[in-house]
């Protein structure tokens, strides 16, 4: 049985997020969907120099409000701005100034599409927690457009041979086992996450990879 997680690319996002590569076999990136503004697609909160948590915002070019995640673009000299925005940061900017790989990683956009960079950023510390799963972009399944919500994700699910699909606790309010079943497919859900919600970012440059891959296996519990 494949058991396939959808959910959208993320800018650094807190471990409980990769409970996900814990639970799944394929994980699809749903950047076939709208940009969400006010969520983690372009952002995250770092600790600044007076303790607070202020934004660390990915630069990106004007788009329509309506535009899909798969067709963000990075303004030209993102690299800089982000990078001059690092040093708001004390923990990021000691990173910077030591060369550290994820910092590394973070800066290196690769090019103008942010869905390729977020994907490839997800993908390196899904590898350096020895979580490496395949990872597939729903915008390279040609899902019908007319399909949203539910009815995507399932389409999503099936486009990649799963059997099972696992999506995090808040999914109970807009997914039902009969849509799922009526598909030929189960349904499971993650518990809530009891861990920290800091940027995993924030955690690998303090913390031992393996120590953060073992708090999110113990909390990566699936039910249905």
């Not at 952002?43 to 934004?55: I, P, Q, V």
């Not at 790989?101 to 390729?116: A, N, Q, T």
């Not at 995090?168 to 997914?175: D, I, N, T, V």
């Amino acid at each position: 049985m494949t058991t396939v997680a959808v959910i959208q690319p993320y800018f650094v996002p807190y471990a409980g997020y990769f409970r996900l590569f814990t639970a799944a076999d394929t994980v699809v990136m749903f950047d076939c969907v709208q940009f969400p503004r006010r969520g983690w697609v372009h952002r995250n909160r770092f600790e600044t120099s007076t303790g607070e948590l202020a934004w660390l915002t990915l630069p990106l070019e004007k788009a329509a409000r309506d535009v899909r995640i798969a067709d963000l673009r990075f303004v030209p000299d993102a690299r800089e701005r982000l990078g001059a925005q690092m040093h708001r940061f004390p923990q990021l900017d000691r990173a910077k100034r030591s060369q550290h790989p994820l910092i590394d990683g973070v800066l290196h956009l690769g090019g103008p599409s942010v869905s390729d960079y977020l994907v490839r950023l997800i993908a390196k510390i899904v590898a350096l927690l020895g979580m490496e799963r395949p990872i597939v972009r729903s915008s390279a399944l040609d899902l019908p457009a007319e399909l949203h919500g539910e009815a995507r994700v399932i389409a999503a699910v099936n486009a990649v041979g799963g059997h099972r699909y696992v999506n995090p606790s808040g999914g109970r309010e807009l997914y039902r086992q009969e849509s799922f079943a009526a598909a030929g497919l189960e349904l499971g859900f993650l518990d809530p996450y009891g861990g920290s919600y800091a940027s995993v970012l924030t955690r690998l440059l303090e913390e031992v990879p393996a120590d953060v891959a073992g708090e999110i296996r113990r909390e990566t519990v699936v039910s249905p």
